[in-house]
């Protein structure tokens, strides 16, 4: 059940993420554009997935504001890494084929990778028992 879970928020917070980004083409598409909407995307589906891991995988309840913001840093830290892998694959596809499409699905290549790695990476530095 976990696992489906866990699955089926990855899936949320990649169409959240490509949302964020086609909003971000949709009203700038000059220089960087590529960029400046992979941080928007990035942005709004790392917000997203901290609070539906914290609450419904990893069953966490903060003490206080003050410890949210601890293990949100810390969350977003452990993303780091793994958001390196989702742009490395959205850039890679976007400069090979230089198409709309594939950029989207180097994208979803790159998220769902990433989502395998961070899952391991929060259970065992960011929602540890």
Known sequence: MLVSKYI???IISTF???FFQYLSFSLYSGQASLYIAMFFGT???LILKYILDKKYIFYHKPKNKKDDGKKFALYSLMGVFTTFIFWGFEIGFDFAF??????YIGAILGLSIGYVVKYFL???F???E
């Open 8 to 10: 089926f928020f990855a």
């Open 16 to 18: 959240f993420n490509l």
């Open 43 to 45: 942005l709004a589906g």
């Open 98 to 103: 230089h198409s709309e499409i594939a950029k």
């Open 122 to 124: 929060d259970k065992k």
């Open 126 to 128: 960011v929602f540890k």
